[in-house]
């Protein structure tokens, strides 16, 4: 039973254009949700997070939309660098004061062209 | 500052046998957790310590074990290893938000490829 699902297990960006980096969850326990970037023989790179009380939070070139009542978010990069070409895997965990055990989704293979 | 470091990198081992992961936190992170990635998958939670107690525990076997040490150090401990355990192995820190509550956000290291023949 998949609790966090990237139903894309690729996406082919142009360098300059939008990467739209999609996610759907299934536990509505789940209150904030993380984006992890991660290259080859590294571990997972934290990108960027969102609390269920926002819809949006931005960093930089990354935005990440939270829709709670379709239980989805997105992860915008704009604009793309070749640099980003990694997989990208999205992140859940429920409110708890002491146990923090991130539910990750099976991840997006992007690549960006130049 | 150095970030999350894991040893061995790889590590190859035969089924029945037993293997020891070793991870040091970031400076300052009171909190490891523990990961199983297998290939084609998302990392899959397995523990989660902190200030030395086991603070979850994801749907593994009891063939997995952990500890963490005073300076907030850990090792993963895998028995009777199986085919199946042949993943990499992720440890994470994160850092005390306060009142004994760690953050979100986790910090990996690059990982140990245990590989079970």
């Known amino acids: 039973d998949q609790q966090v699902k990237q139903n894309s297990p690729s996406l082919s960006v142009q360098e300059g254009r939008i990467s739209i980096l999609n996610c759907d969850y299934t536990?509505?326990?789940?209150?904030?949700f993380l984006w992890y970037k991660k290259y080859p023989a590294e571990g997972p790179t934290f990108l960027i997070s969102i609390s269920s009380i926002k819809d949006k939070n931005e960093d930089g070139r990354f935005t990440v939309f939270l829709n709670k009542s379709a239980k989805h978010l997105s992860l915008h990069i704009v604009p793309s660098q070749p640099g980003d070409s990694a997989v990208y895997f999205c992140?859940?965990?429920?409110?708890?004061?002491?146990?923090?055990?991130?539910?990750f989704g099976s991840g997006t293979r992007l690549q960006v062209q130049p | 500052d150095a970030g999350v470091t894991q040893s061995p990198t790889h590590l190859i081992k035969t089924r029945g046998q037993h293997v020891t992961l070793r991870c040091s936190p970031i400076?300052?992170?009171?909190?490891v957790s523990w990961y199983q990635q297998v290939l084609g998958q998302g990392p899959q939670f397995i523990f989660q310590y902190y200030e030395k107690e086991e603070r979850g525990r994801g749907n593994f076997p009891d063939r997995f074990s952990a500890r963490q040490f005073p300076n907030y150090s850990s090792e993963l401990n895998v028995n009777a290893l199986l085919l199946g355990d042949s993943a990499l192995y992720l440890c994470?820190?994160?850092?005390?938000?306060?009142?004994?509550?760690?953050?979100?956000?986790?910090?990996f290291g690059p990982g140990t490829r245990l590989t079970v023949t």
């Open positions: 992140a859940a965990t429920p409110f708890d004061t002491g146990r923090r055990a991130l539910t």
């Open positions: 400076s300052g992170h009171k909190s």
């Open positions: 994470a820190s994160s850092w005390t938000q306060g009142a004994g509550t760690t953050s979100y956000e986790q910090y």
């Open positions: 536990n509505s326990m789940f209150d904030y």
